[in-house]
C-alpha cells in the first residue's frame, strides 16, 4: 500500500510589536482546520526564544486534502487578514514520510 500521507511545516513571523494579533488570527484557523475532512493533526508553535515565530506542523491525509485546506475559506482569510501582520510571507513546505 502506498503512503500518501505528507506533513506539512508552515513558518510565519510577524512584525515586531505584532505578534499578539497574529497570534489570535492563527489559533482562530486552528479548530476549523482540525475538523476538515483529511487532517490528521494540527498544531501552532510559537518560539519562546522568538516570540515574533510561529510555525505549523500538520499532517494531511493526502497532498490532495491539503490542497483543498489552502483553497479553503478560512485559510484565504487568514492570508488576507495576515498581510499586515506578516513581517515575510509565510514559509509553507510539505513533505513524504521516508522512514
Not at 476549523?32 to 515565530?53: V, W
Not at 478560512?74 to 522512514?99: K, T, W
Request: net charge negative; charged share 25%; glycine share 4%.
Amino acid at each position: 500500500m502506498v503512503n500518501t500521507k505528507i506533513r506539512v511545516l508552515a513558518r510565519v513571523v510577524a512584525h515586531p510589536g505584532k505578534e499578539e494579533k497574529l497570534k489570535a488570527l492563527l489559533l482562530e484557523i486552528v479548530e476549523a482546520t482540525r475538523k476538515e475532512p483529511g487532517c490528521i493533526t494540527y498544531e501552532l508553535l510559537q518560539s519562546p526564544a522568538i516570540p515574533t515565530e510561529f510555525a505549523f506542523v500538520a499532517e494531511w491525509e493526502s497532498e490532495q486534502a491539503w490542497r483543498v485546506h489552502l483553497d479553503s475559506a478560512h485559510i484565504q482569510q487568514a492570508f488576507l487578514e495576515g498581510e499586515e501582520l506578516f513581517a515575510s510571507p509565510p514559509d509553507i513546505r510539505h513533505y513524504v514520510l521516508l522512514a
